[in-house]
């Protein structure tokens, strides 16, 4: 294996754990009862989770701040700015951050 295919392969776990992530902001309702904070990658803000007050029909959560769908927790996703950031790239091509 060369550098190059291994470099891909990094790649590809990174994308693989954003992909992941994303999978979890769906129906996250009781992954965030069992949560301590929460992350938004749309508006990439952290908080505590029991700020989440409103859930679509299926239980996902809407962020408190921007009631977009867009949130994920720390019972089954690594929330911190950077990876927050990363998902945010993945999902909304950096639109927020551009229109800071
Ligand atoms: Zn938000």
New binding site residues.
């Given amino acids: 294996m060369g550098l190059t295919s291994h470099a891909k392969i990094l790649a590809l776990h990174r994308k693989l754990s954003t992909y992941d992530a994303h999978e979890k902001s769906f129906n996250n309702f009781d992954a965030i009862q069992k949560s301590q904070k929460c992350g938004?990658f749309?508006?990439e803000?952290i908080f505590p989770a029991g700020e989440v007050e409103d859930w679509t029909s299926d239980n996902t959560a809407f962020?408190p701040?921007?009631g977009?769908d867009?949130v994920v927790q720390d019972y089954n996703v690594k929330v911190t700015s950077h990876f927050l950031r990363r998902m945010n790239a993945e999902w909304f091509g950096n639109f927020v951050r551009q229109q800071r």
Avoid: L, V
């Fill in positions: 938004c749309f508006c803000r962020c701040y921007f977009m867009s």
